[in-house]
């Protein structure tokens, strides 16, 4: 061996880093056995606060960079990252961040949400940094592979998830606008040459400001723009209001405001002011003296008016409009939140299959299930749902035990399409057009804008476009599955990529390949025929479909997207593992540290790490890596025959037993195994003692639960108070330490 074999293992936030103290610690002892070194890098938002913000710090107190670290590392060949999923924050999540880091002991500069000079403008600026999606478009250097693995599959098959039942006179159905969306308005082009581009907003006077001075394109990138129109929006968000309340059922909005981060609280706010309209007008004066900002939902208005002398009053006028309209779908019926209340708390990819699987309902506020009106106000993928639901009321709900499965080969290398958008997406501040200009004056494209219109540039590089095709094709022939890329003729994007995708797919041998076009309706229909047929078909898709479809299938086939396995060749050779496909399930933490019950999956971290050894296998020709991943994956496999994922309450299995299931599971495979002998003597004793232990591991470790837990923080818990609550089993604890002891004898 002549490079050091290194994992890089991201901290991250909520459950999976409450996961990672209990599961980091099995994984150090096994994979030293190998020779290979864990490093952790804190990506999580505390940590990139204080990163960003050194200057307010003392010595001792300021942290690394380690997202920019590690977008460095992701371009290079030896890269090979576990990353679990972080918070995308929100700014009321932001808010909440820099408070707790400020009762620390930490002097970060509060959020100023209007800047009065140029240092509070600069530290906002730099705030906007990290709000929102802004690790994975920063490591995720290649474009995504992501599967239930065959175990995955049959385990579901054989423990079916539950389903609800869906009715054909079901009232769910998705609104969408018909004008005025970006879907009617795209323009989109491929660039002969490598060139540069501005944007530019040309009001009606004439006056010209640039947007965004500079844009280097690449020959073949392909650039589009469009324009959501407010006030075509806020006609239809007022006309699906009135029929929902006509209807009779529940009012929800689904928006992906952590990927999208600078158009998507926009539209949320504007729904909040529409649906709340009569409140707005009353109180105009008073949140503008205020700065209630809806961009931060209704959340906002209750956060400002608190103390105020009109608090109650326009409570009660809150109260009176959701009494009024429709009623609205709610995300914690208990404590009175609404779907309108944080950006950040409705999520599109997971919110809808969530809806799909609980017969298309969501809870209204008696707690209750019932049909709802979905808003996604822009038509470029809403399709997908509809056509979905409409599948469900004339075939009923999908059957875990019978039903096929969907992969996915996302575009999503170098912030591909939408996802890496924001420093390209404007609202406008008057009347006139938004064009972008190329370094030689030649107007590439035009669009006419109003005021308050959001304007967006989209790009979408050509080598990552033939990556992608170059992947869809290798895993079509390895699964011996069709593959269908979801494009959609009727968008002037997707017409570019469609172009190249039929000259790329010409670079490779297809023959006995079903690879097919066809538009993301076409396409769900297509799958979803398939599917209850008990057949596969994998999805070829932009960065957006990834998302959705990613949490999409895996939610009806196997309950969750955490046990997908999500690969990310980077296109310089490095490998990225992404742990499974979900987010970072804030609801596990509250139950967490009410009733000391944790009940994350690890499975995706479980499948991450079996890749990354392999890939670490592979390309340093570590054998004892290869050997840690196959007995890895019988592991996964006995893990999943003897259903050891954490259950839901107090008193079953949770992740810290999952995690020991898996340890001794491993442990007996690389016992048993025989290609590598020193494995083998330093795993026959071990495997042993974890066997001889098991009822009274399993017995600490379920006899921790049931009780508050103290881990000194949300955003930045304490490292030491975290690992006692996650690690309480001592048996457990000294038979991880003697494999290090065994390692070195
Ligand atoms: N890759 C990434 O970094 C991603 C990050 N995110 C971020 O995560 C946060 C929350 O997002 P949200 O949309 O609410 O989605 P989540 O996936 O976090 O939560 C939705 C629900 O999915 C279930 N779930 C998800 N993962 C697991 C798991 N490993 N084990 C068991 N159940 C799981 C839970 O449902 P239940 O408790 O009912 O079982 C959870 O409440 C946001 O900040 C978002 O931006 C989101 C997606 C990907
Ligand atoms: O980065 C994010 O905010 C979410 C990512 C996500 O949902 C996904 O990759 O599936
Ligand atoms: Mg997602």
């Known amino acids: 061996m002549t490079q050091k074999s290194k994992i890089v293992y991201t901290l991250t936030d909520e459950a999976p880093l409450l996961a990672t103290y209990s599961f980091l610690p099995i994984v150090e002892a096994f994979t030293a056995t190998a020779g290979i070194e864990i490093e952790t890098e804190d990506i999580s938002v505390a940590a990139r606060i204080l990163a960003n913000f050194p200057e307010f710090l003392t010595e001792e107190q300021r942290v690394k960079d380690s997202l920019a670290e590690l977008g460095k590392l992701a371009t290079a060949p030896e890269a090979n990252i576990i990353k679990l999923p972080n918070v995308s924050a929100s700014v009321p999540q932001l808010k909440g961040a820099i408070a707790e880091l400020q009762a620390h002991g930490y002097k970060v500069p509060d959020y100023p949400e209007a800047p009065q000079n140029d240092a509070e403008a600069a530290i906002k600026a730099k705030y906007a940094k990290i709000l929102g999606s802004a690790v994975n478009p920063v490591l995720r250097e290649g474009n995504s592979d992501r599967r239930a693995p065959k175990a995955v599959k049959n385990y579901a098959k054989a423990n079916p998830h539950s389903m609800g039942a869906w009715s054909a006179d079901s009232k769910t159905a998705v609104a969408s606008m018909e004008s005025g969306d970006f879907y009617g308005s795209e323009q989109s082009l491929t660039v002969a040459e490598a060139t540069d581009v501005k944007i530019e907003f040309v009001a009606q006077d004439g006056t010209t400001t ?62 909040v002011e529409v649906y709340f309209a009569a409140v707005f007008e009353k109180y105009a004066a008073l949140f503008a003296e205020l700065g209630v900002n809806t961009k931060n939902g209704l959340g906002d208005v209750y956060a400002k008016i608190a103390g105020n002398a009109q608090e109650a009053e326009v409570k009660a006028a809150i109260d009176q409009a959701i009494e009024n309209g429709p009623a609205l779908a709610m995300v914690n019926s208990d404590k009175g939140i609404t779907n309108l209340h944080v950006p950040s708390d409705v999520i599109v990819d997971a919110s809808m299959p969530a809806m799909i699987r609980t017969s298309g309902q969501m809870w209204n506020k008696e707690g209750k299930a019932q049909d709802t009106i979905a808003i996604i106000p822009d038509r470029s993928y809403a399709g997908v749902y509809t056509a979905t639901i409409d599948f ?51 107007v590439l494209m035009e669009q006419a804008v109003e005021a308050n219109d959001i304007f967006r540039m989209c790009q979408a590089k050509d080598a990552p476009i033939q990556d992608w095709v170059k992947l869809a094709v290798n895993r079509a022939r390895l699964s011996a599955t069709p593959a269908v890329f979801w494009l959609d003729e009727n968008r002037a994007h997707d017409r570019q990529l469609i172009e190249k995708v039929n000259l790329y797919l010409k670079d490779y041998d297809t023959t006995g ?180 232990n098991e009822a009274k591991i399993d017995a600490e470790l379920i006899g921790a639960q049931g009780k508050a837990q103290e881990i000194g923080g949300y955003y930045q818990p304490n490292p030491a108070l975290v690992s006692k609550a996650m690690r309480p089993s001592t048996t457990l604890n000294a038979i991880l330490d003697k494999i290090s002891a065994l390692k070195t004898a």
């Open 210 to 271: 640039v947007l965004k001075a500079s844009t280097p394109l690449k020959a073949g990138e392909i650039i589009d723009s469009s324009v959501m129109h407010l006030n075509a929006l806020k006609s239809f968000v007022a006309k699906t209001i009135a029929e929902a309340k006509a209807q009779g059922v529940l009012l929800s909005v689904h928006l992906k405001a952590t990927m999208m981060k600078v158009s998507d609280p926009i539209i949320f706010g504007a729904i």
């Open 392 to 442: 469900c009321k004339k075939h009923g709900a999908f059957d875990p035990t019978t039903m096929g499965s969907v992969p996915n080969v996302g575009l999503m290398a170098q912030k591909a399409e939408e996802y890496g958008s924001h420093d390209k997406t404007f609202q406008m501040s008057a009347n006139g057009v938004v064009r972008v200009v190329d370094v030689n004056g030649n």
């Open 513 to 692: 390949l079903d690879i097919r076009i066809l538009n993301p309706i076409a396409a769900t229909e297509f799958t979803l025929e398939r599917i209850i047929k008990g057949l596969d078909t994998i999805s070829v898709t932009g960065n957006v479909l990834r998302d959705y479809l990613t949490d999409l299938f895996p939610i009806l086939e196997v309950g969750t997207s955490a046990k997908m396995l999500s690969i990310v060749p980077l296109m310089n050779g490095g490998g990225l593992f992404e742990t499974g496909a979900g987010g970072s399930a804030p609801k596990h933490v509250e139950q967490f540290v009410t009733e000391g019950y944790l009940r994350w999956d690890s499975l995706g971290e479980f499948l991450a790490l079996g890749a990354s050894l392999e890939h670490l296998g592979q390309t340093l020709n570590n054998e004892k890596a290869i050997v840690l991943s196959e007995t890895l994956d019988q592991a996964n496999d006995a893990f999943l025959k003897n259903d050891k994922s954490p259950a839901r309450k107090v008193g079953q299995i949770d992740n810290r037993g999952s995690h020991f299931y898996l340890a001794l599971y491993w442990a007996q495979a690389l016992a048993a195994q025989t290609k590598d002998a020193d494995l083998q003597a330093i795993f026959a004793p071990i495997a042993k003692e974890l066997t001889e």
